[in-house]
Structure formats: structure tokens, C-alpha cells
């Protein structure tokens, strides 16, 4: 599992989240994503630990919680939703109107 970690400041470092769900259990991993054109933190993050039940426990302890002035948005982290979009539109004939007989 993932935890989703958001409404987080600009200014904050993967080892100031570490230090913070280190609280909570041994912390595997930390990512917070870039804006791909300006280089600039996008305000969230995601957090893994060890084991499930210490992401159950930072996840009910911290959601919510006041950080570096913001309140936190900490949840279980959701898959990523494939956006390739699209859609299929058109196809097909319409007849409108005319008789069958």
C-alpha cells in the first residue's frame, strides 16, 4: 500500500516527510512529483512504509493534522487512472425519416 500525502508546502523535502511518518514505522519510500515545465513541487506526495499497519496508523494520526501551516490530506493512496482519454464517436449509418413499406 501507498499513502497519499497532500496539501503539503512547496518547501518541503522527501527527508522532512521521512522524519515526520518515521514516527509510524520504518519508511520505505518517499516520492513528491515535479511540475515536468517549471521544476517546481506540486503539493503532494505519496509515502510508503514496511508494514500495513503503520500506514493505517500514520494515515488516522496525521489526516488532518496542522504541518508546516497547512492542514494535511493524508489517505491510502489510489491507482493511477489511465488518462489516454478518447472515446469513440461516429460509426455507423442514421437513416431519418423514409418509409419501411
Do not use: C, H
Request: aromatic share 10%; no cysteine.
Amino acid at each position: 500500500m501507498s499513502i497519499y500525502v497532500g496539501n503539503l508546502s512547496y518547501d518541503v523535502s522527501e527527508a522532512d516527510l521521512t522524519a515526520v511518518f518515521a514516527e509510524y514505522g520504518s519508511v520505505k519510500r518517499v516520492q513528491l512529483p515535479t511540475d515536468r515545465e517549471t521544476g517546481r513541487m506540486r503539493g503532494f506526495g505519496f509515502v510508503e512504509l514496511e508494514a500495513d499497519a503503520e500506514e493505517t496508523a500514520a494515515i488516522e494520526a496525521l489526516d488532518g493534522a496542522e504541518w508546516m501551516g497547512r492542514d494535511l490530506k493524508v489517505n491510502k493512496a489510489k491507482p493511477r487512472e489511465n488518462r489516454s482519454g478518447g472515446g469513440s464517436f461516429g460509426g455507423g449509418r442514421k437513416s431519418y425519416g423514409g418509409s419501411r413499406y
